[in-house]
């Protein structure tokens, strides 16, 4: 039996057991894709994160669900970022490449306030349109039709991986939500595979912009991710694309976790010019735990 170590960072929050947990496995290369896949399923969180060589850039990142490999994953970033330069495992001051599935992304680091943050590039937003029913999507989170705003409108959206961002009229609604996941993939007949991420313009804290939830593809393993990274970076290009289509820069802070007692908080920087618009989000983590894994 092999053992390997695997370290439970807690990103978008400085407090231990709040923000979203990721798995990090800091020196992968000799590990199998079969392998990681048995690790992120032992270890059960949204995302394990494994760190290989790259002769592409600094280094290579691959991002598993307890049921499959995906392209990005935001706050398993920020975590392992936050792991090895809080280890010292990183040298370069600010900046560096990463390679992931979803192409060559640059992430920065600052600090602030004494704390470390982690700032990531995500791929160019892509949206496509729902065409399928309100009602039905409504009753799969667990919700009535009248609970989704219309004025504004759903639509699959991605910076990474793709997520059906379904604008919510109420704060009051996102405690009532019970997400049916095995309902998603015949919902979204445009895209089984994705999933679906409620929000509101409306706050629970006076300084953040956007308040969400986040509920998983049947098919990842797991039920409602408590603060997503890319799922953010996609409000944000949504909120510039469709809120505020005359700005051409925007930071929003976007407030997710609360209904499962793991909040936390991620910041979003979107910028556009000539309609080409760039997502980057940011975001600091705390080490929590760490977990050992026997595999073959």
Not at 192 to 204: A, D, E, G, N
Request: hydrophobic share 35%.
């Amino acid at each position: 039996m092999n053992k390997i170590k695997v370290y439970q960072y807690d990103a978008f929050s400085d407090t231990p057991n709040k923000g979203n947990p990721a798995g990090v496995v800091l020196n992968a290369d000799n590990l199998s894709d079969g392998q990681m896949q048995e690790i992120a399923y032992r270890v059960g969180f949204n995302e394990t994160v494994f760190v290989v060589k790259s002769d592409k850039a600094d280094l290579q990142i691959r991002y598993f669900t307890p049921g499959h490999e995906i392209n990005l994953c935001g706050h398993g970033t920020v975590a392992t970022l936050y792991s090895l330069k809080s280890k010292g495992l990183i040298n370069k001051s600010d900046k560096i490449t990463i390679e992931t599935k979803a192409g060559i992304l640059q992430v920065d680091f600052f600090e602030k306030d004494k704390t470390l943050y982690v700032l990531m590039e995500q791929a160019l937003p892509i949206f496509k349109p729902f065409k399928g029913s309100i009602e039905e999507l409504s009753y799969s989170i667990g919700l009535n039709p009248d609970d989704i705003d219309t004025s504004i409108p759903t639509v699959y959206g991605s910076t990474g991986t793709w997520t059906l961002l379904v604008p919510i009229k109420t704060l009051e609604a996102f405690s009532r939500m019970i997400p049916q996941n095995k309902l998603f993939p015949t919902t979204l007949k445009e895209m089984p595979q994705c999933s679906v991420h409620p929000f509101c313009l409306k706050t629970i804290k006076k300084h953040t912009h956007m308040h969400a939830r986040h509920f998983s593809s049947p098919f990842s393993g797991t039920i409602e991710d408590p603060v997503t990274g890319t799922a953010s970076g996609v409000m944000g290009a949504y909120y510039i694309t469709y809120i505020t289509p005359g700005m051409n820069a925007l930071e929003l802070i976007v407030e997710q976790g609360d209904e499962v007692k793991r909040d936390g908080e991620v910041h979003v920087h979107v910028t556009k010019k000539d309609n080409d618009i760039k997502v980057a989000i940011s975001g600091t983590a705390v080490y929590t735990d760490e977990i050992t894994i026997e595999f073959k």
